[in-house]
């Protein structure tokens, strides 16, 4: 196997290069390392324990005087490294300038803000060269504070020795500043009356949250709601207030220790919570547990995190114990990030609003990550990893802008090899959220300081992204089938070489079909240049169209009835009066408003309901969710039969064996767990047919429905077994987020 790193930071002319070479020799590991334009790029070969450890170890055991400002890696197929060397620099890269992400505040500006006797102590802002905000205060390049959201403030005395003093820490730290001369919080009430100033506002803040209210705290990218995590009814109020029903909450933690009190974590999850990116990484909750039933109600999972700010340093400090810490917003919409904003839209919702007056010039929210087959991968890419370009093995001949699909969208930028991702801009849905949408196109086109002279939309003409497409770019506009950006970013962020073919699984909730169908539970043979959809599930009906993603009930009741015909009129498993059972057959019978789908999440959605773990969604694959939650329960072994034929994949011979088990009472885990192992077996079954008739070995797995760990995980275990190389996402998600990505690819090979 192969390990890739992309760091960034002081980590030239510092030794690093010959510390690599160490670490690698010790371990027995092949690959080059190199500087580059960015910083430094590592390859390096052999297992994946010894790879693991390299990991770990070229954070924790780099020379002292260097510094990370971002690590990004991946496990990717080798490529046959005979030895390992010390490669020349890259030359005649084009300089782009890089805008970095927000950094982690790091531990000499921790030890600083808490010693009694340091001009800093207890200062919110504290940060150096090394660490604090970047990419949510930079208004333009090149990075000089006159350019920054710390224009305004002018810096005092001592800090200005710093910022001059080439040996300091601070020599040209941007957002250099301390009590008297820097950024300040306070505390205002809901009404925005002032309450109190500095210390005093982060204390009054605090025992707001010990005493079970709710506090709107001003951060990096925008504000958080918090409150006490191991709280049951400011927790219950919280979501109440945010319209949030059941969707789980990201936990910030005081420190490490006190995340593994709550939670397991592998040596791999915890390398994730520590990592310079600060993401919030879901990991499975304790049995015995002090967190509130309703941070992540029936779910075994939590997302974590660790303070990246001295000011929610602070807090926690102050706090000793977790806080639910999530995004403030109603629903979603984007994230609130002025004080105007925070005062309108969150009024109803916090308590006290703890703000400071240094403007977000962007907002970024948190970033998500999860471990799966001992790898990161990312549910959202947004703090941390925005705006950090992808390197492709391949360049644009031009630049590329790529608008992303609907829901949870991120837009991309394509310029030489690399494409700048945006950060989270989430849901399409509100006019915030366009606004939000068409600000960060203008933002990343001024930012990057390129005119796209192609533009990929999504192939769905219902999406804002291609309607904003059309209206603004129309002579340049392509659209590219959503699937077929699934796998291509898959592929892309793989590595795979121009010329491999692969078997591309895209399971998803819905895309737009080149038949002008709902797709989603596909099957593609694919390169670059263009691909055959090789096979997909049966279409089944939604009676009601999109409102079957909020109901599965709908779903699980076209399921039954395409399976079972007249006869589903006698099952209870869908919670339906005789007459909705009749209205919704006559729906289907006649056609009415029951687009038919192939759609794998649907499918997932739709079992969950039959089953009764959950009849109605209150946000996006929470019944899908609840269905992988069940299995996780059973060690059933067993599978149902999926049928393959010509290039269908029937699943009603599933639903039927399914529905079989639920009558003869079967529990519903191990009902849940062997559908997961018929997904999987189905997985195999259509790789070794492809692989039979072709000679394709490279699987990609891509589309929401593989943030399924467990669905995800055994398809890769068991693919590899069988002498596939399957690949899976770590840089960008597989959900939707990652669509842009694959835009920007489809453009490339047009
Ligand atoms: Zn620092
Ligand atoms: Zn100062
Ligand atoms: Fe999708």
């Known amino acids: 196997m192969r390990l890739k790193l992309n760091i960034t930071g002081l980590v030239q002319g510092v030794g690093f290069r010959p510390f690599v070479f160490r670490l690698a020799e010790e371990l027995g590991l092949k690959g080059y390392v190199l500087n580059d334009t960015s910083g430094v790029l590592i390859e390096v070969e052999g297992g994946k324990e010894r790879l693991d450890e390299f990991l770990l170890r070229v954070e924790k055991d780099r020379p002292g005087i260097s510094k990370i400002y971002s690590l990004r890696h991946s496990f990717l197929e080798d490529a046959g490294f005979q030895k390992f060397e010390i490669l020349e620099s890259r030359a005649g890269e084009e300089k782009r300038a890089l805008v970095l992400p927000d950094i982690a505040v790091c531990e000499e500006c921790l030890t600083e803000v808490t010693a009694p006797k340091n001009r800093r102590f207890l200062y919110p802002f504290t940060n150096c060269t090394d660490c604090g905000p970047r990419f949510t205060i930079i208004e333009r390049l090149p990075y000089d504070r006159k350019n920054t959201s710390m224009k305004n403030f002018l810096m005092c005395p001592d800090c200005q020795k710093e910022y001059n ?129 309703s941070v992540s109600p029936d779910n075994a999972t939590v997302g974590v995190f660790l303070p990246y700010t001295p000011l929610h340093y602070l807090i926690l400090k102050k706090l000793k114990k977790p806080i639910v810490a999530t995004s403030a917003n109603i629903s979603d919409e984007p994230i609130a990030k002025d004080e105007a904003d925070a005062f309108a839209r969150l009024s109803e919702i916090a308590d006290c609003f703890l703000t400071h007056n240094r403007e977000i010039v962007r907002r970024c929210d948190d970033s998500v990550v999860r471990i799966v087959s001992e790898r990161q991968m990312p549910v959202r890419r947004s703090r941390g990893f925005a705006p950090l370009p992808l390197m492709l093995p391949f360049k644009f001949k031009k630049p590329v802008l790529a608008l992303g699909p609907h829901m949870n969208n991120t837009i991309a930028l394509g310029i030489d090899e690399k494409v700048f991702l945006s950060q989270h801009i989430g849901d399409l849905d509100t006019p915030l959220a366009m606004e939000y949408y068409e600000e960060t196109i203008r933002d990343f086109l001024r930012l990057f300081d390129v005119k796209p002279e192609i533009v990929v939309s999504d192939l769905h003409p219902g999406y804002h992204s291609t309607g904003y497409g059309e209206k603004y770019f129309h002579d340049r506009l392509v659209k590219a089938q959503h699937h077929f950006c699934h796998i291509l970013s898959c592929m892309a962020e793989n590595e795979v070489p121009e010329d491999v073919r692969v078997t591309g699984f895209a399971f998803d909730g819905t895309g737009y079909g080149t038949d002008d169908t709902i797709w989603g539970g596909e099957v593609l043979v694919a390169s670059y240049r263009g691909f055959n959809r090789a096979y997909h599930l049966q279409p089944f009906k939604l009676p009601g169209g999109e409102k079957a993603v909020k109901e599965p009930f709908r779903t699980a009741f076209s399921l039954l009835y395409e399976t079972f015909g007249e006869r589903v009129r006698d099952f209870g498993f869908v919670p339906l009066s005789e007459e909705e059972k009749n209205f919704y057959i006559n ?32 946000y996006h694959a929470q019944a899908a969710i609840s269905l992988e939650q069940a299995a996780l329960k059973s060690d059933e072994t067993g599978s149902y039969q999926f049928v393959v034929k010509n290039n269908m994949i029937y699943q009603f011979p599933v639903i039927d064996r399914l529905v079989d088990d639920l009558i003869k009472g079967v529990d519903k885990e191990a009902i849940a767990k062997k559908f997961h192992n018929t997904v999987v077996e189905m997985i195999l079954k259509i790789s070794e047919l492809i692989r039979e008739e072709t000679g394709i070995k490279t699987v990609a797995l891509s589309g929401g429905v593989f943030q399924n760990a467990l669905l995800l995980e055994d398809s890769f275990n068991k693919l590899r077994e069988r002498g596939f190389t399957p690949l899976m996402h770590q840089s960008v998600p597989p959900n939707d987020g990652g669509i842009s990505l694959g835009q920007a690819v489809y453009s490339r090979f047009l």
Request: charged letters at 30%.
């Open 587 to 618: 729906m289907m019978k006649k056609g009415v408003n029951s687009p038919a789908t192939t759609s794998m999440g649907r499918l997932f959605d739709g079992v969950a309901s039959i089953l009764g773990l959950k009849h109605k969604a209150s």
């Open 165 to 293: 003093l080439p040996g300091d820490r601070r020599f040209h730290a941007q957002p250099d500043a301390c009590h008297i001369c820097g950024p300040l919080v306070s505390a205002y009430d809901r009404n925005a009356n002032l309450l109190c100033r500095t210390d005093e506002a982060i204390e009054r803040a605090t025992n707001l949250i010990r005493r079970g209210h709710i506090v709107a705290v001003k951060g990096l990218g925008g504000y958080h709601l918090i409150c006490d995590a191991t709280n049951e009814g400011p927790v219950v109020r919280l979501r109440e207030r945010k319209q949030r029903d059941e969707k789980p909450m990201a936990v910030m933690f005081p420190d490490l220790e006190s995340i593994k009190k709550e939670a397991h974590l592998s040596m791999i999850e915890e390398r994730a919570v520590r990592s310079i990116e600060r993401p919030i990484v879901i990991v499975r909750k304790r049995e015995k547990t002090i967190l509130a039933d």
